[in-house]
């Protein structure tokens, strides 16, 4: 099985059980062994799949303002979950290939893989979720036309990204691509980089 293929797999499972649970406040139930790298992409899928429906309440034009204020605290939580967990993956794929010599020309890529593995969680939420909107009952004809010429897009998407993501493992594998992880250094959750912040002190 490809590694695109099995994230792909567990971002399902993940993504299967928020669904089951529907809440932003359920409990994770990680089946997998903690610190495996399963265990890393489980999680990842369901910090995504909560931050998604956040971002849907979020935007409820009949929202309590204290409410929304809270939410977004909630969302730039989440965003730096992710981040950190994101490095944490690259930093199982340092380690997995940390004895690989590149190659004199080898090339350094535009992303890391965990972030390619980022953006096919993603991508699996949004294959999930116009699935549903094609399955809606209540909507038009023209409605679910829109909504499968979408999903078609998407299941295209996803092909392309877990080929360029197994091709990319395959040439650091092989030396001919080299990984190169920058911290994200978010300045503004930072209480000393922020001047909102630390002008308040």
């Not at 972030?115 to 399955?135: C, F, G, P, Q």
Request: charged share 30%; hydrophobic share 40%.
């Amino acid at each position: 099985m490809n590694f695109s293929e099995k994230c792909f797999r567990i971002f399902e499972q993940a993504t299967e059980a928020y669904h089951a649970a529907d809440s932003v406040d359920a409990t994770v139930h990680n089946p997998y062994a903690v610190k495996s790298i399963e265990f890393y992409l489980y999680l990842k899928n369901w910090i995504d799949a909560v931050q998604w429906h956040l971002e849907d309440i979020i935007r409820d034009p009949e929202i309590d303002p204290v409410e929304a204020l809270a939410i977004k605290r909630r969302i730039d939580k989440s965003n730096q979950d992710r981040t950190d967990l994101v490095e944490l993956i690259d930093s199982f794929f340092l380690d997995k290939y940390k004895q690989v010599q590149a190659l004199p020309d080898a090339t350094i890529n535009t992303e890391s893989p965990a972030w390619a593995v980022d953006r096919l969680s993603i991508l699996t939420l949004k294959i999930y979720h116009m699935r549903e909107e094609v399955n809606r009952p209540d909507v038009t004809p023209e409605h679910k036309n829109r909504c499968e010429s979408k999903l078609a897009v998407l299941l295209e998407q996803k092909k392309d990204l877990s080929l360029a993501l197994d091709q990319l493992l395959s040439d650091i594998h092989a030396g001919k691509k080299y990984m190169k992880v920058y911290k994200q250094m978010k300045m503004y959750n930072d209480p000393s980089l922020n001047p909102v912040l630390y002008g308040k002190k």
